[in-house]
């Protein structure tokens, strides 16, 4: 899924979401064909998809969604057109 909605968060909502997510990502270096890959990744996903992450030649596996995220996807997806959480990622 993505979007663009410029403001769409608002002060209420975006200062917060950010620090959520700033805090509660654990970020890895993950290693390709010709080593660490330039880049930091962090992939999670809803239940019950196990999808992978595949770049440059690296495999990240997935994490699930912390609580955090149902809280953001709650206020994001509905912005989207998507109000049920069974229509969510």
């Given at each position: 899924f993505?979007?663009?909605l410029p403001r769409a968060l608002g002060e209420q909502h975006?200062?917060?979401f950010f620090?959520?997510?700033r805090r509660g990502t654990t970020?890895?270096?993950p290693s390709g064909?010709?080593?660490p890959l330039p880049l930091r990744t962090a992939w999670m996903t809803g239940a019950p998809c196990m999808c992978k992450y595949r770049y440059g030649g690296a495999e990240v596996s997935p994490e699930p969604f912390p609580a955090w995220m149902q809280e953001i996807l709650g206020v994001c997806m509905p912005l989207c057109g998507l109000p049920r959480?069974?229509?969510w990622p």
């Open positions: 993505a979007g663009y975006a200062p917060r620090e959520l997510a970020w890895l270096q064909r010709w080593g959480p069974s229509q």
